[in-house]
């Protein structure tokens, strides 16, 4: 019965995920708890810290990949905090989507903060630069969470595979 419960709270965990909820952390904390309901019986502090370091690299992926996209089609530092920034209200406040809301507001987020952050930075190169800039924050956006997801099959493996253990 723990078990059925780890496994659900996996899932549960990863579609979360491109909802920009902590469904890592969820995944991480079911483990922890699994764990400790079994007394560490299969689950140790080997598999719990790989889950963990996994998490964090997930997390700091996240924060990363949106600055560097917003940067690598032409925008300015500022560009990649705008997305970054963007992202995190974007996803926030949501849209008025049932379901996939706080999902679509994370990406015209990250669009949105990274377009009016090149625009109050730059000096005079126009509107279709800071446009580019802000398809290259989206693209950055949609890498973040596709990696972030992948990452999360991964702790879902290994939180379930060491608990057979």
């Known amino acids: ?8 709270l996996q899932v549960v965990g990863l579609c979360l995920i491109p909802f920009g909820l902590p469904g890592l952390w969820l995944q991480v904390a079911a ?3 699994y764990g ?23 997390e700091g992926l996240e924060f990363w990949l949106g600055g560097h ?6 925008g300015s530092r500022a560009a990649g905090w705008g997305a970054i920034l ?3 209200v974007g996803a926030v406040a949501g849209v008025p989507v049932p379901v996939v809301g ?12 990274a377009v009016l952050f090149e625009v109050a930075w ?7 630069p800071a446009l580019r800039t802000g398809w290259g924050a989206l693209l950055g956006r949609l890498a973040a969470t596709a990696a972030k997801a992948g ?11 060491s608990a057979l253990g």
Do not use: E, K, N, P
Request: glycine share 16%; no cysteine; proline share 0%.
């Open 86 to 88: 963007g992202g995190i």
């Open 102 to 113: 706080s999902i679509v507001g994370s990406f015209v987020g990250s669009f949105a903060g």
């Open 151 to 161: 990452i999360g099959v991964a702790v879902a493996a290994v939180a379930l595979f």
């Open 1 to 8: 019965m723990l078990y059925l419960a780890l496994l659900v």
């Open 36 to 58: 400790f309901a079994t007394d560490f019986a299969g689950v140790g502090a080997v598999a719990i810290g790989v889950v963990t370091a996994l998490a964090l690299v997930a």
């Open 31 to 33: 483990l922890v708890a």
């Open 69 to 74: 996209f917003a940067r690598r089609y032409g």
């Open 122 to 128: 730059m000096r005079g190169t126009g509107f279709r």
